[in-house]
């Protein structure tokens, strides 16, 4: 481990473990095909099993008390960038790579959701995604309709790819050691709504699940500024006296686009 002064506001938690290290390499399917985009390089733990598989890889790190060190390390086929990529333009991150790229990432929990969502609604050449979170954020990332953890964020994963959770890591496995564990998730993008504008049904999403208690019909007559009878006349075939968690994603979408249709009409607030 390097002499490093760990930072809080960073949520810095480093990894070690060179078996683990190579195993989230294996679970995120890299190859010597592939370009990488590794967000919070850390000391390089990751990056290192990251450079000897990839083609070329670009790590971000925010934290730049550590060029010296990471660049120390000599990766020949890495670039390191010291910059915060949430605040960074996607347009110009991909144009740091020729055709597509996976993104893999040790995150500090507190921009898990916000990195997520930057990178599947507003990245074109974005392949897969196989990030370290909080292992309650990764249940409600891969949850299915029905469960308590289905939300907002389970809804707009499985609307850009198929997720699943590769492997469980205990805090012990970290320094500083946190207060939960992590989980890893791979997210493969398969594009396949394509002719939905991304922002207006994360919308839409959002406007279901505003009030978790209340059913979905409530919930968007609220946002949309719509009777309920009207609502009804324009979603007919939905029971719309549910709740938005029991709704799946084919059935929210064929609802977006139902109201979409309306949306002309002054009366429908889509967001």
């Given at each position: 481990?390097?002499?490093?002064?760990?930072?809080?506001?960073?949520?810095?938690?480093?990894?070690?473990?060179?078996?683990?290290?190579?195993?989230?390499?294996?679970?995120?399917?890299?190859?010597?095909?592939?370009?990488?985009?590794?967000?919070?390089?850390?000391?390089?733990?990751?990056?290192t099993?990251l450079?000897?598989?990839?083609k070329?890889?670009?790590?971000?790190?925010?934290?730049?008390?550590?060029?010296?060190?990471?660049?120390?390390?000599?990766?020949?086929?890495?670039?390191?960038?010291?910059?915060?990529?949430?605040?960074?333009?996607?347009?110009?991150?991909?144009?740091?790579?020729?055709?597509?790229?996976?993104?893999?990432?040790?995150?500090?929990?507190?921009?898990?959701?916000?990195?997520?969502?930057?990178?599947?609604?507003?990245?074109?050449?974005?392949?897969?995604?196989?990030?370290?979170?909080?292992?309650?954020?990764?249940?409600?990332?891969v949850?299915?309709?029905?469960g308590?953890?289905?939300?907002?964020?389970?809804?707009?994963?499985?609307?850009?790819?198929?997720?699943?959770?590769?492997?469980?890591?205990?805090?012990?496995?970290?320094?500083?050691?946190?207060?939960?564990?992590?989980?890893?998730?791979?997210?493969?993008?398969?594009?396949k709504?394509?002719?939905?504008?991304?922002k207006?049904?994360?919308?839409?999403?959002?406007?279901?699940?505003?009030?978790?208690?209340?059913?979905?019909?409530?919930?968007?007559?609220?946002?949309m500024?719509?009777?309920?009878?009207?609502?009804?006349?324009t979603?007919?075939?939905?029971?719309?006296?549910?709740?938005a968690?029991?709704?799946?994603?084919?059935?929210?979408?064929?609802?977006?686009?139902?109201?979409?249709?309306?949306?002309?009409?002054d009366?429908?607030?889509?967001?």
């Amino acid at each position: 481990m390097i002499n490093h002064e760990f930072k809080k506001k960073f949520g810095q938690n480093f990894l070690s473990d060179k078996n683990l290290l190579e195993a989230i390499v294996s679970d995120a399917e890299i190859s010597n095909q592939d370009n990488v985009l590794e967000i919070g390089a850390g000391a390089g733990a990751l990056t290192t099993p990251l450079s000897q598989k990839a083609k070329k890889v670009v790590s971000f790190e925010i934290d730049k008390d550590l060029q010296e060190p990471l660049k120390s390390l000599n990766l020949k086929n890495t670039t390191f960038v010291f910059k915060d990529a949430l605040k960074e333009n996607i347009q110009d991150i991909e144009s740091l790579f020729v055709g597509e790229y996976k993104l893999v990432a040790n995150l500090p929990y507190y921009i898990t959701t916000p990195l997520i969502f930057k990178f599947l609604e507003e990245g074109e050449k974005l392949k897969s995604l196989t990030i370290m979170v909080q292992k309650e954020v990764a249940e409600r990332i891969v949850a299915k309709e029905g469960g308590k953890d289905y939300g907002v964020l389970s809804v707009m994963v499985a609307f850009f790819g198929q997720a699943k959770i590769t492997r469980i890591v205990g805090r012990q496995m970290f320094f500083p050691q946190p207060n939960v564990d992590s989980a890893v998730v791979h997210i493969k993008c398969d594009r396949k709504f394509q002719d939905i504008n991304r922002k207006e049904f994360y919308n839409f999403v959002k406007n279901c699940f505003s009030m978790r208690r209340k059913t979905i019909a409530n919930n968007l007559s609220s946002a949309m500024k719509i009777s309920k009878e009207n609502l009804t006349k324009t979603l007919q075939g939905f029971d719309l006296s549910r709740r938005a968690e029991t709704f799946s994603l084919g059935e929210l979408v064929e609802m977006f686009k139902k109201i979409l249709r309306f949306a002309q009409n002054d009366k429908y607030v889509l967001y």
